[in-house]
Nanobody, 122 residues
C-alpha cells in the first residue's frame, strides 16, 4: 500500500516563506506525476503545481513566480517552495501522485496525502 506523507505546513506572516515536503512510501515501481493541490474553507480543491517524471512543471496562475515545485526521485519526494506568501494562500495543502505499481504497468494509481495546513496572517 502506498502512502504519501506531507510536512512543512504552519503559520507564517504575509510575505514570508514555507517549504512543503511530501514523501511516498510503500510498494511501487516509479512515480509518474506529482502535484500539490490546496483547499481553502468553503472552496473547491484546486491544483497549485504539478511536475512530471520528465520535470515538466505547470502552475496555477495565482502562484506563478512565487511557488516552485521540485522532485527528488531517489527519495520519492516532491517539494513546494512557497515565497511571498499571501493571506489568500491559506489552505490545506495536499500532495498527489500518479504511481506505476509494477514495471511495465500501462496505467497508474492515484494517491493523496492527508494534507498539511498553511496559514498566512496579514
Amino acid at each position: 500500500q502506498v502512502q504519501l506523507v506531507e510536512s512543512g505546513g504552519g503559520l507564517v506572516q504575509a510575505g514570508g516563506s514555507l517549504r512543503l515536503s511530501c514523501a511516498a512510501s510503500g510498494s511501487m515501481f516509479a512515480i509518474k506525476t506529482m502535484a500539490w493541490h490546496r483547499q481553502a474553507p468553503g472552496k473547491q480543491r484546486e491544483l497549485v503545481a504539478r511536475i512530471t517524471n520528465g520535470d515538466i512543471t505547470n502552475y496555477a496562475d495565482s502562484v506563478k513566480g512565487r511557488f516552485t515545485i521540485s522532485r527528488d526521485d531517489p527519495k520519492k519526494s516532491v517539494y513546494l517552495q512557497m515565497n511571498s506568501l499571501k493571506p489568500e494562500d491559506t489552505a490545506v495543502y495536499y500532495c498527489n501522485a500518479d504511481i506505476w505499481s509494477t514495471r511495465g504497468s500501462v496505467f497508474t494509481w492515484n494517491y493523496w496525502g492527508q494534507g498539511t495546513q498553511v496559514t498566512v496572517s496579514s
